[in-house]
């Protein structure tokens, strides 16, 4: 059974860095058809795509937020941990993990996410 | 950014009825296109990618189909526990993939 769960603080004060972990289990992290990704929802808003990472040094972030955000991979503890700078109220949300699969063991554009993280959710308040 | 726009935003139907959610991406992504499931409180859950293949476990009666910019997501013979959001995502733009902004599915 494949599952994924996120891990970290509920909340942070404005300009502090959040660092949440994935831990993955019921599928390798060193199968290249297999990363992971992150995604937050804010309260009552839609779902944002923040990055993801394959254990081939991939990795792509999110536009808006390619200066403040890090996504890493610890294969040897199934962990992908993400890192996020200058934390603001706007922030505020529930972060998912989920398993990023692809059609290839590479850069493809069939890919999709199944399963996700429970969720967790960061309050940024001071 | 390839900019995703669903409708409706929100509706309402009675069992048993069939409901349609279209999703337009703001140029061509072929085929790329993944729908998702999320219940109240709940995480989402993969209903279809590739635009049309049904995940394994999800029933016959959602469908889905559409190709370049206008896609459609079709629940026949409405539940109860169908009732949440549905979300359009692309992933043509492979790094740089995102999603249309939900509709919510209320049950009458």
């Known amino acids: 059974q494949v599952t994924l769960k996120e891990s970290g603080p509920v909340l942070v004060k404005p300009t502090e860095t959040l660092t949440l972990t994935c831990s993955v289990s019921g599928f390798s992290l060193t199968n290249p058809r297999m990363g992971v990704s992150w995604i937050r929802q804010p309260p009552g808003k839609a779902l944002e795509w923040l990055g993801y990472?394959?254990?081939?040094?991939?990795?792509a972030y999110a536009t808006s937020l390619t200066t403040r955000l890090t996504i890493s991979m610890d294969t040897s503890s199934s962990q992908v941990v993400l890192t996020m700078t200058n934390m603001d109220p706007v922030d505020t949300a529930t972060y998912y993990c989920?398993?990023?699969?692809?059609?290839?063991?590479?850069?493809?554009?069939?890919?999709?996410?199944?399963?996700w993280g429970q969720g967790t959710r960061v309050t940024v308040s001071s | 950014e390839i900019q995703m726009t669903q409708s409706p935003s929100s509706l309402s139907a009675a069992v048993g009825d069939t409901v349609a959610i279209t999703c337009r991406a703001s140029?061509?992504?072929?085929?790329?296109l993944n729908w998702y499931q999320q219940r109240p409180g709940k995480a989402p859950t993969l209903l279809l990618y590739d635009a049309h293949t049904l995940q394994g476990g999800v029933p016959s009666r959602f469908s889905g189909s559409g190709s370049g910019t206008d896609f459609t997501l079709t629940i026949s013979n409405l539940q109860p526990e169908d009732f949440g959001t549905y979300y359009c995502?692309?992933?043509?733009?492979?790094?740089?993939?995102?999603f249309g902004g939900g509709t919510h599915v209320e049950i009458k």
């Open positions: 140029q061509s992504i072929s085929r790329y």
């Open positions: 990472i394959f254990s081939t040094d991939e990795k």
């Open positions: 995502q692309q992933t043509y733009a492979s790094a740089f993939l995102t």
């Open positions: 989920a398993r990023h699969l692809r059609a290839v063991a590479g850069p493809s554009r069939y890919s999709w996410f199944d399963p």
